[in-house]
């Protein structure tokens, strides 16, 4: 089985990504970010997962804003002003760890030095304070998989091509694409690309368990934003990313790259920079992934809602 150390800002994909660690990893911690929405509301979001879960995962809370200019934007008007869908959920009983997502971080990868795959769903605040404080980080976990950037431009934010999560904290994304020498990127573009279809995922919630329940509820916000924004299907960017970090032979099309991130900019602050064609001389560290197999992308992601066969 995987074992999973995941930071995120949860947020509804985020939650379907937790759901899928859940049903198919173990999950050492979750370390909780600001972005979708704030702190306060992703902390608590997480919290309800791991009742939903009936587990006992510690969650850290972390970073209540990027590490050096203030964000333009949150995601509020996608996921609900609280992040899932504004159902109004009762206060989770799960606790909330007395330790900093940054040191927590640093902590579980001593303890278990190699065993750790680190999955990076939000802003990369925590991860980037977690390497400033220790550097050796990224020698101490077995891999890192990473949903962000728009790797051909095609962001989600204000600023055209930046994507939400490199988009929120660039410097903390700068500061994670320079220290490690290898990630997946998962990025916003092939989150399109793997979309699932309304009606088949309808099909799903109707036949899965509480788990889908509660999915099909915190999902509603997101969806009435898409159909408006005549966004066709279900999206969910952090299940990709969770996808691949759970199973890389689930990937069948990938480019290695250096990838960097625009920290500047008038209209391109927050954007990822792929060089594509080798021109910049640095090392290609960012595995890109294009393409997944997309039938047990979609069956990983029924087991998580509970629903059978
Ligand atoms: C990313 O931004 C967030 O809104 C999602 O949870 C995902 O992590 C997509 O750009
Ligand atoms: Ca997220």
């Known amino acids: 089985?995987?074992?999973?150390?995941?930071?995120?800002?949860?947020?509804?994909?985020?939650?379907?990504?937790?759901?899928?660690?859940?049903?198919?990893?173990?999950?050492?911690?979750?370390?909780?970010?600001?972005?979708?929405?704030?702190?306060?509301?992703?902390?608590?979001?997480?919290?309800?997962?791991?009742?939903?879960?009936?587990?006992?995962?510690?969650?850290?809370?972390g970073c209540a804003a990027p590490l050096v200019r203030a964000a333009d934007e949150d995601a509020a008007f996608?996921?609900?002003?609280?992040?899932?869908?504004?159902?109004?959920f009762a206060e989770p009983a799960a606790a909330l760890a007395d330790e900093p997502a940054a040191l927590a971080l640093l902590?579980?990868?001593?303890?278990?030095?190699?065993?750790?795959?680190?999955?990076?769903?939000?802003?990369?605040?925590n991860l980037a304070l977690a390497l400033r404080l220790d550097p050796g980080l990224?020698?101490?976990?077995?891999?890192?998989?990473?949903?962000?950037?728009?790797?051909?431009g095609h962001g989600n934010t204000g600023k055209v091509p930046a994507e939400?999560?490199?988009?929120?904290?660039?410097?903390?994304?700068?500061?994670?694409?320079?220290?490690f020498p290898a990630f997946d990127l998962v990025d916003w573009e092939a989150t399109l690309?793997?979309?699932?279809?309304?009606?088949?995922?309808?099909?799903?919630?109707?036949?899965?368990?509480?788990?889908?329940?509660?999915?099909?509820?915190?999902?509603?916000?997101?969806?009435?934003?898409?159909?408006?924004?005549?966004?066709?299907?279900?999206?969910a960017a952090d299940a990709l990313a969770m996808a691949v970090a759970l199973d890389p032979s689930i990937v069948t099309r990938r480019e290695t790259r250096a990838v960097a991130v625009e920290l500047d900019g008038r209209l391109t602050r927050g954007a990822t920079v792929v060089d594509w064609s080798a021109r910049l001389g640095r090392p290609a560290q960012a595995n890109i992934v294009l393409e997944v197999d997309q039938a047990r992308f979609a069956a990983m992601v029924r087991r998580a809602l509970g629903v059978p066969g």
């Open 164 to 179: 939400f999560n490199i988009g929120f904290d660039p410097e903390a994304a700068h500061v994670v694409f320079e220290a």
């Open 193 to 235: 690309r793997h979309a699932f279809d309304d009606a088949e995922f309808d099909g799903w919630l109707a036949a899965g368990d509480r788990r889908a329940d509660f999915f099909g509820k915190i999902m509603g916000a997101a969806r009435r934003y898409n159909a408006k924004h005549d966004r066709r299907g279900v999206i």
């Open 138 to 152: 990224p020698e101490r976990v077995a891999r890192l998989v990473v949903m962000g950037g728009a790797v051909t």
């Open 107 to 125: 902590r579980l990868t001593r303890e278990r030095p190699g065993e750790l795959t680190l999955v990076a769903l939000g802003p990369l605040t």
């Open 78 to 88: 996608v996921h609900g002003q609280d992040g899932f869908g504004d159902i109004g």
């Open 1 to 61: 089985k995987p074992q999973l150390l995941i930071d995120t800002d949860p947020g509804v994909d985020d939650a379907l990504a937790i759901l899928m660690a859940y049903a198919h990893a173990d999950i050492a911690g979750l370390s909780i970010a600001a972005g979708n929405v704030g702190l306060a509301h992703t902390v608590r979001n997480a919290r309800t997962l791991v009742d939903l879960a009936g587990a006992a995962t510690p969650v850290f809370a």
